[in-house]
């Protein structure tokens, strides 16, 4: 998916995932989301569904050099729909994803979330700018999650964490786990977490 103008998206505006339980075994395995402008959406670039709760399997996607903007918390009315609220997220991936060079700004949810609780495999983040959003980058820190790198990335503005541990109860938003700030740290492994050289301010 390249090179796409997507503007005013009353869900996704990106999205990359498999069928979920009863729609036969599907996978979407390796794909590139590259060059994208978005603006004006509930939520920017997913690549979910990493069988959890599913039958299908969405992985192995690089996600670079797109600009994810004014991403809003926005009611979705389909019946069945959930959640009803869009969690307002501008880029979020599970399954062995390179999310680099990329620009988010003014997500109201989360700029980059790393992982979804338990769906949170083999993820490296680098190389991004995330401007004015509640929280910068989130990242899974569930037992049992997979392993994150977060590395050189540039956070500004984030009132509830530049780089944290979010989880997702229910169907959302996204929630900070805990006081752990790893913003400005030199590099350390911190359970499945390696982070450093972010600069957030």
Known sequence: MANNYCWNSREVAIFIESPGTGSGR??????????NIIAECADGIKVVNLAQGGDGIAR???????????VRKRQINDPGYVPTIS????IQVEGACVVSSNIVEGAEGVGIVAGTNLA???LNVTGNLVTFSPIGIGY????GAG?????GNQVRGATNGSVVPVTLVGA???QRVGTSEFGNVPDQQVGNLLVGHNRTY
């Open 120 to 122: 949170t495999e083999d």
């Open 87 to 90: 969690n307002a997220v501008g």
């Open 26 to 35: 599907a996978d979407t395995i390796g794909g590139s989301i590259t060059g």
């Open 60 to 70: 192995r996607v690089t996600i670079t050099g797109n600009q994810v903007a004014q």
């Open 172 to 174: 959302g938003p996204f």
């Open 140 to 143: 899974s820190n569930a037992g």
């Open 147 to 151: 392993q994150v790198m977060i590395t």
